[in-house]
């Protein structure tokens, strides 16, 4: 299967919740139901996974479904950038995660990187806002936003979290192996742009 089922098993899920949500009739409800069964079908012919964990992704939405936010920090030191090792896959990206509820996007980054890093740091400047379909990540179940903030180290020392096993400061012609479902390489190098230009405009999409 190509990338373009995926994208059409993500689209009738998002149609089917919105007209659970919305939907009155019961036989209009009935036919959402059966579009939420047959893009868990797809789903799960196209990545392999569980029909039981695609199925409790896909029933634990509510609402009108809109992307998912991630954010991730870009602390720069020494011409150097701050990565964490992730613990799940072994692999390196900026610190961030998932925005909490009752967070703006610059607390969200604070916590993060105090909780994967153990350094405290101050939001400086709004980087990039990109649409995870438009990049080189892996296939994902759900539709993603990513912020990347700049920030400025005010205080801690490097501290491994309970989802990270290492920190360190990377050159950019030395990155290690990157969780690219997390940050992709080019991803990485546009954050370097904004190290050697201050004045870079915010990217999006």
């Known amino acids: 299967m190509s990338d373009k089922w995926l994208e059409c098993a993500k689209r009738i899920q998002a149609l089917s919740q919105s007209g659970l949500a919305f939907?009155?009739?019961?036989?209009?409800?009935?036919?959402?139901?059966?579009?939420?069964?047959?893009?868990?079908?797809?789903?799960?012919?196209?990545?392999?996974?569980?029909?039981?964990?695609?199925?409790?992704?896909?029933?634990n939405e509510k609402g009108y479904?809109?992307?998912?936010?991630?954010?991730?920090?870009?602390?720069?030191?020494?011409?150097?950038?701050?990565?964490?090792?992730?613990?799940?896959d072994d692999k390196w990206a900026l610190?961030?995660?998932?925005?909490?509820?009752?967070?703006?996007?610059?607390?969200?980054?604070?916590?993060?990187?105090?909780?994967?890093?153990?350094?405290?740091?101050?939001?400086?400047?709004?980087?990039?806002?990109?649409?995870?379909?438009?990049?080189?990540?892996?296939p994902q179940a759900y539709h993603y936003y990513k912020i990347f903030i700049q920030c400025r180290i005010t205080g801690g020392e490097a501290k491994s979290g309970v989802e990270t096993k290492g920190i360190g400061f990377f050159e950019e012609e030395h990155l290690p192996e990157l969780s690219v479902g997390r940050n992709t390489e080019s991803q990485i190098k546009m954050m370097?742009?904004?190290?050697?230009?201050p004045q870079k405009d915010t990217v999006f999409d």
């Open 192 to 197: 370097f742009e904004f190290l050697r230009d």
């Open 23 to 59: 939907s009155k009739s019961v036989y209009d409800i009935e036919r959402y139901e059966e579009l939420r069964a047959i893009s868990t079908e797809i789903m799960q012919e196209y990545t392999g996974l569980e029909m039981k964990k695609i199925q409790d992704l896909f029933t």
């Open 65 to 88: 479904q809109t992307p998912k936010v991630d954010v991730r920090g870009v602390v720069f030191k020494d011409d150097k950038i701050l990565m964490v090792k992730e613990k799940i």
């Open 95 to 138: 610190p961030g995660g998932f925005c909490d509820i009752g967070l703006s996007p610059g607390e969200n980054i604070v916590k993060e990187i105090r909780e994967e890093s153990g350094y405290d740091v101050t939001p400086v400047k709004l980087l990039a806002l990109l649409d995870l379909n438009k990049h080189p990540h892996p």
